[in-house]
Structures are given as structure tokens and as C-alpha cells.
């Protein structure tokens, strides 16, 4: 059980690194005069993928496909059937018409985009399933297309809710800037390494551990991003924070990793994928079920449920 605490404990300097960074790197935006509405569209959105970004460059340089793979597409199941669902019932969330239209959807191609490029045995009759360096190209070039989309946002949308910007010096800044990146790579790096060792020791494949223990983990940062906006009442800031890490997730994490590294696609990998697709489809349909656009407590619970029936199967069966 040493290997098990040690990737927990892991997840305090990742956390504790993605959190200082994001808050020294707003206030020096701040004092710089960048808009808060570019902070929050810019920093804060990467900074809370950073724990991704950061184990999953670890994975690919190891070439441990397992946990590139599964810390990417367990993150997204969690983010939206996990967080959106407890952030549902603390406060219902009003989903704005670009949200439901635009971004959404955009969560729903990039999962389907990955199922597509990572099934090379099935679509080409290849030897093996494998997310190239070519495919890790095509999915930069999406996440491209989504940042030109967010700075169009700039000039025609109109933004209510501002994102709190703590106030440092800029020496302290710059201090807290660069020990946050040091605690990021430190514990990413521990989480690679002992989340292997211990998926060895108890005889379980490594995906069932990216998906699980390490995807909750590095996930941690929208959880309380969200959490916290919902009972603030931010609903854009609730629910947009998450459809946007999902597409961090994929379109940059994923295409850099595989970038780095192809991936390959291991057994089973393909459920994890279409239980992703399904449950963008899920927050798609659930926007509609209710007045206004609205994602009431009641499907919070629901989506918190499927989530635990997921885990369910992925350990025991």
C-alpha cells in the first residue's frame, strides 16, 4: 500500500503547484492591465489542466500509453457525469446559449474525434490501434480552431461574472510562478511512477488506475473551481469551466502526448471512449429536459449515479 500512498501524496505538491501558478500568473496578468475576462479564458482554463498536461508529458516520455490514454478520457468521464453532477446540486446551472450550441458540442466532437483517429484496426484494418504523431497534429489543430473561438468571444460576447484575481508583487509573483511549475513536474512525476508500481503490485492494469485514482486526482482543480462557482451562483463559470477542460483534455493534452509519444490503444480502451462520448450526449440532452435551459439537482444526482455505476464496473468487472 506504499505505492497507493505515495501517488496520493503525489497529488499534493500537483495540486498545490497548478493552484500557485494560476493565482501568481493572474495577478501578474492583472498588473500588466490584460482583461479579467482574458485571464480567465487564458490561465485560469490551462491552469486547471495543468495536472493533466504535466502526468500525462510524464506518461508519454515513458511511453506508458495506459495512463496517457486513460488519465485524458477517465478526467472527462469525471468531469462531467462527477463534477457537473455535484455542482448540479448545489446549485441548479442555467447553461447560456453559446455553452449549449457551441461549446458542448465541441466537448462531443472531440471525444468522438478521438474515438475515430484511435481505432486504426477497425477504420484502416491496421496490425495495431495507435494515436499518432500525425493524429496528435490533427488534434492541435482543433484546439487552434477552439482558442480562435474563445478570443471571438472578446470582441461579441458579454461576460457578468468576473473570476477573483489575488494580489501579489511582482517579485512574488514571479517566486510563485516558478515554485509552482517545480511542484507540478515533482508531482506529476510521483504519480507516473508510483501509480505503475502500485497498478503492478496489485495485479490491475494501469488503465484501471488512470481512470480512476489519477483521473479524480489531476481533476481536482475543476472540482473546486466549479464547486466554488456554483455556490457563488456563477453558473458560467460552473459549467463552462469544465466543458472547456474537456476540450483542453483532448484536443491539446492528448495531441501533445501523442505528439511526444504515439499512443497506443489498449484492451477495453474503447468502452472508456464511447462512456465519454455518451456522457457529453447526456449533458447535451439533459440541458433540454427541464425550463430555461437548466440542469436541476435531480439530474445532478443522476449523473453522480451513473458515475459510481462506471467506477462499479470498471474495478469489479
Known amino acids: 500500500m506504499l505505492n497507493l500512498l505515495l501517488v496520493i501524496l503525489g497529488f499534493i505538491p500537483l495540486i498545490l503547484g497548478a493552484n500557485w501558478l494560476v493565482d501568481s500568473a493572474s495577478s501578474l ?10 485571464i480567465g479564458l487564458t490561465i485560469v482554463a490551462f491552469g486547471t489542466s495543468a495536472p493533466e498536461l504535466v502526468v500525462n508529458l510524464f506518461a508519454s516520455f515513458s511511453g506508458n500509453s495506459d495512463i496517457a490514454l486513460g488519465n485524458i478520457v477517465g478526467s472527462n468521464i469525471f468531469n462531467i ?6 455542482s448540479a446540486i448545489v446549485y441548479p446551472l442555467t447553461v447560456k446559449s453559446n455553452t449549449t450550441w457551441i461549446e458542448i458540442p465541441l466537448c462531443l466532437l472531440s471525444a468522438v474525434v478521438l474515438i475515430i483517429i484511435a481505432n486504426d484496426k477497425i477504420i484502416d484494418g491496421s496490425t495495431n490501434s495507435v494515436i499518432s504523431r500525425i493524429d496528435g497534429l490533427l488534434l492541435l489543430f482543433f484546439f487552434i480552431i477552439f482558442l480562435v473561438y474563445t478570443f471571438q468571444l472578446l470582441k461579441t ?36 511512477l508510483f501509480a505503475t508500481k502500485f497498478a ?14 489519477v483521473s479524480i486526482g489531476t481533476s481536482l482543480p475543476e472540482l473546486a473551481t466549479s464547486v466554488i462557482a456554483a455556490k457563488k451562483k456563477n453558473v458560467d463559470i460552473a459549467i463552462g469551466n469544465i466543458v472547456g477542460s474537456n476540450i483542453f483534455n483532448v484536443f491539446l493534452i492528448l495531441g501533445i502526448s501523442a505528439f511526444i509519444n504515439p499512443v497506443y490503444l489498449q484492451k477495453m480502451s474503447n468502452w472508456d471512449m ?4 455518451i456522457s457529453s450526449i447526456l449533458l447535451f440532452l439533459f440541458i433540454f429536459t427541464g425550463k430555461n435551459r437548466k440542469l436541476e439537482r435531480w439530474e445532478g444526482i443522476i449523473l453522480i449515479a451513473l458515475y459510481a455505476g462506471y467506477v462499479t464496473i470498471l474495478i469489479f468487472f
Do not use: C, H, W
Request: aromatic share 4%; proline share 3%; charged share 15%.
Open 29 to 38: 496578468a492583472k498588473r500588466l492591465n490584460i482583461p479579467n475576462i482574458v
Open 81 to 86: 457525469l462527477g463534477i457537473i453532477g455535484i
Open 157 to 192: 460576447g458579454i461576460f457578468t461574472e468576473e473570476i477573483p484575481i489575488k494580489q501579489y508583487s511582482v517579485i512574488k509573483s514571479i517566486i510563485l510562478i516558478i515554485v509552482g511549475f517545480l511542484m507540478l513536474v515533482i508531482g506529476g512525476r510521483i504519480i507516473v
Open 200 to 213: 503492478q503490485d496489485i495485479g490491475i492494469s494501469e488503465r484501471i488506475i488512470a481512470l480512476t485514482i
Open 274 to 277: 464511447i462512456t465519454n462520448i
